[in-house]
């Protein structure tokens, strides 16, 4: 591969001018690599197998899918692993995260193990809701994760709401409140916006502008197409950042997470992501050319870009990234025999959870 | 001629206040917009503007004097070129100006609003295992009390909506939390429902109990999205693992005289949905008593009040523990001939009815429903067992109402005891007019109720 020259260039302990240079090149190949120089391996390799995992994970549910195993509506999150386990990095135990729909990355990102994951999609008791819930709403309060949310936009109150609550409760916590370019021209995103700002809320809005809500463009959908200065009105601070570089993510993560729990407030960060499959599995994704999807993948791709990094900077070697993928291809396959073997709930499961016994 | 100077309104409901303080003394020029008079209710304050312009020549209440009807003339304005002799003519000449603008009372002055001090069945202490002392309270003060005494007991109850801390409640139902609990817990929020429901729900979510108030139901369908697909349905979605244990609280139904954006009974919309628990109470001690119930339950509670009842006083139980039981409804009146069931400011008036139906020798049964869902269809059925009829009363449309629910209810579990079909008493299938007399033929009235009633028991 041509681009393996510019990678090589970025070694260890590379200079501010060797990266300069570095950027230079790469833009010319249109694909620009993650800065590994300034990350230990172990994280390094658990960045990469973490998005590894939501990767093979979506691919498995994509498949069990067209099986007929996963029924209702399934939203993938292939192509943006990055945002999610970027972020991740860069919050404690104790944060919350909050979401919308395309959710299975940011349940296994936060530890959500990918067998619970699993047997919701296909319905199962063994699923995180006892099959209650399905692809869309699954809840994890051991780890932090609020949901999985079915209303674009939904989720933004609510997780200024976790927000509130960390600081009502004088807790040093944050809330990652995520949200799509879809969401962000609802009108209860302002109002969030509004609230978190004049409240000085402990929230990060993760914008993960993926170019298309369902079929529509961002530029047939939004009359501005950056995202990052949506809560200027507000005096909310906001950046755009490179979603398909995990190192990017974890980086802009970290300093708006530290701004937030600070006391100052919310921040918005802008992930220039992209999904390459349909916005769900019922979509033919005809509103784009698949020559703008291949594209993506061959030059922007999340995974391909660490790995190239990790293997031009000798931070691990092939075979060691073949026997991740082995490991990660086995969680994976268990989780889905389990959601397949798992038992679909009990016929008295109807009616149970639906108030909380008084 | 001189002109009068009414009371004037400070609200829709507003039926009387106190003169406060007089600004403008006999002989002060008024100019129009100058400050006469502060008038006070228990809600608010409010200054009398001049309309007019001339010579204050008489006040005719007192300041301090309280209880002074809207309407009632408080000072007369001389005109230019006119002097005290004037005052002396006013008697025998029809005070025209004033007596078109008398004319139109408030609706709040409407029958209504005494029921419950007329009428014979109004239970002295709400329940009856109570044996307690109690005190004449107002439901405003109750809804208060009922926050006041949540808010101490469990530092996770917090309130929040528009106007509640500084400005004390738009209804004045916060009054003095601010002061109480600070502004950490007693939050004014800016106009925005759909975002602090949520933000309630979230705050829920993780263990908080809000208590979020809505200015009035009407705006709360900004909100619907939150209050259902959020705090509804989670607790179901996460196999059980999230709840919400959330209040929405505020106004339902039709205040008086304020049209059909604000004039709209919500309950068997949310009666409708699973996961919800809906709340109507009448009297002040079921307020307070439901009140403090719903900040303390799990699930996210609707709690239903309504602006007209805020004043009206009631017997309480003397006590920080006094909870009224969701989900049980409550025979407010014995009878044995006819079946009246209904909730909040409804149950005033089929008060009234049973009453007047009493004099032609028909002892109707009142059961105040209270709650909404759950229903208490037990209660409502034994009830119907034994007078054989049903009537109910509620201020919401006919199509899928609560009445509608009661009749098909009946069909289900009363059907061989019916002596009569179930008569819904609805309010009218329009949106609320404003007109004062068209507003009153859209809500059922006493007439109504006694008519229905006589109905079902081929008396009429």
């Known amino acids: 591969m041509a681009t393996k020259a510019a990678k090589s260039s970025k070694s260890k302990g590379a200079t501010a001018a060797k990266k300069t240079a570095t950027k230079k090149t790469a833009a010319k190949r249109g694909r620009s690599g993650p800065d590994v120089a300034s990350t230990n391996r172990d994280e390094l390799l658990e960045l990469y197998r973490e998005m590894l995992l939501i990767r093979r994970f979506e691919e498995k549910a994509g498949q069990m899918y067209g099986m007929g195993l996963i029924g209702g509506f399934c939203h993938l999150y292939v192509g943006q692993e990055a945002v999610v386990v970027g972020m991740q990095a860069a919050i404690t135990e104790g944060d919350t995260v909050i979401t919308s729909y395309r959710d299975h990355g940011h349940m296994l990102a936060t530890g959500m193990e990918a067998k619970g994951v699993m047997a919701e999609l296909t319905g199962r008791r063994g699923g995180y809701s006892r099959g209650k819930g399905g692809s869309m709403h699954m809840f994890s309060q051991d780890k932090g994760f609020y949901g999985g949310h079915g209303i674009v936009g939904a989720q933004v109150p609510l997780g200024t709401g976790l927000a509130f609550a960390h600081k009502y409760k004088d807790e040093a916590a944050v809330c990652l409140t995520y949200l799509g370019d879809g969401a962000v021209n609802q009108g209860q995103v302002y109002e969030s916006f509004n609230m978190a700002a004049l409240w000085k809320l402990p929230v990060v809005y993760v ?65 220039l992501t992209y999904r390459y499959r349909g916005h769900s599995m019922s979509d033919p994704a005809k509103y784009r050319a698949k020559e703008e999807v291949q594209k993506m993948r061959q030059e922007r791709d999340p995974i391909e870009r660490l790995r190239g990094a990790l293997l031009d900077s000798k931070v691990t070697d092939e075979a060691s990234l073949k026997e991740m993928d082995r490991n990660v291809k086995e969680i994976v396959s268990e989780a889905a025999e389990f959601a397949q073997n798992s038992p679909e709930p009990d016929v008295a499961e109807l009616f149970t959870d639906i108030y909380a016994e008084a | 001629m001189p002109i009068e100077i009414l009371m004037p309104a400070l609200s829709p409901t507003m039926t009387e206040g106190k003169l406060a303080k007089w600004l403008k003394q006999t002989g002060d020029a008024v100019a129009a917009g100058d400050t006469i008079a502060e008038i006070e209710t228990d809600k608010a304050t409010m200054e009398v503007e001049a309309v007019d312009e001339g010579v204050l020549g008489k006040q005719l209440v007192a300041e301090g004097t309280e209880g002074v009807a809207v309407n009632t003339p408080i000072a007369v304005l001389l005109e230019e070129g006119e002097d005290e002799s004037a005052l002396a003519n006013m008697n025998d000449a029809t005070p025209a100006p004033a007596a078109a603008a008398a004319e139109a009372p408030p609706a709040a002055q409407a029958e209504p609003q005494s029921a419950p001090a007329k009428s014979p069945a109004a239970p002295v202490a709400a329940e009856p295992e109570w044996d307690g002392p109690t005190a004449s309270q107002s439901v405003r003060e109750a809804l208060r009390d009922a926050m006041a005494e949540e808010m101490r007991r469990d530092p996770t109850v917090f309130l929040m909506g528009e106007e509640v801390a500084e400005y004390q409640g738009a209804y004045k139902i916060s009054q003095g939390l601010l002061e109480e609990f600070g502004a950490k817990r007693v939050i004014d929020t800016p106009i925005t429902e759909q975002g602090f429901a949520g933000i309630g729900v979230g705050a829920a979510f993780y263990g908080l109990r809000p208590i979020v108030e809505f200015m009035t139901f009407n705006f709360a369908m900004q909100a619907i999205d939150q209050i259902i697909n959020s705090a509804a349905k989670t607790r179901y979605m996460s196999g059980g693992q999230i709840s919400s244990p959330i209040v929405f609280r505020g106004p339902n139904g039709a205040a008086a005289r304020v049209a059909a954006q604000h004039s709209q009974c919500y309950a068997s919309w949310y009666a409708h949905i699973p996961g919800l628990k809906v709340v109507a109470p009448w009297s002040a001690a079921d307020a307070k008593g439901l009140l403090k119930a719903a900040i303390r339950d799990p699930n996210p509670v609707i709690f239903l009040e309504n602006e007209v009842l805020y004043g009206q006083s009631f017997e309480v139980p003397q006590s920080d523990d006094w909870i009224v039981p969701i989900g049980k409804a409550k025979v407010v009146r014995p009878g044995r001939d006819v079946t009246i069931v209904t909730f909040s400011i409804s149950v005033g008036r089929a008060l009234e009815a049973a009453e007047a139906l009493a004099q032609d020798g028909i002892e109707a049964e009142v059961i105040d429903l209270r709650s909404l869902r759950p229903l208490d269809s037990e209660t409502v059925i034994d009830s119907v067992k034994r007078t054989n009829r049903l009537v109910t009363v509620e201020e919401g449309w006919p199509t899928a109402g609560i009445g509608a629910e009661l009749a098909a209810l009946m069909m289900e579990h009363a059907f061989d005891w019916l002596d009569a079909p179930v008569t819904r008493v609805c309010g009218a299938d329009v949106p609320m007019p404003y007109a004062a007399n068209l507003e009153r033929l859209a809500l059922p009235q006493v007439a109504d109720v006694v008519a229905a009633a006589k109905h079902v028991c081929y008396a009429d």
């Open chain 1, 207 to 271: 914008i993960e502008n993926n170019k298309y809500g369902m079929g529509t463009s961002i530029e047939r959908a939004s009359a501005r197409t950056d995202l990052y200065h949506r809560g200027q009105a507000y005096g909310i601070p906001g950046v755009q950042v490179d979603g398909m570089d995990v190192l990017a993510v974890r980086e802009a993560g970290r300093k708006a997470v530290a701004h937030a729990r600070s006391g100052k407030g919310p921040q918005i960060l802008e992930m």
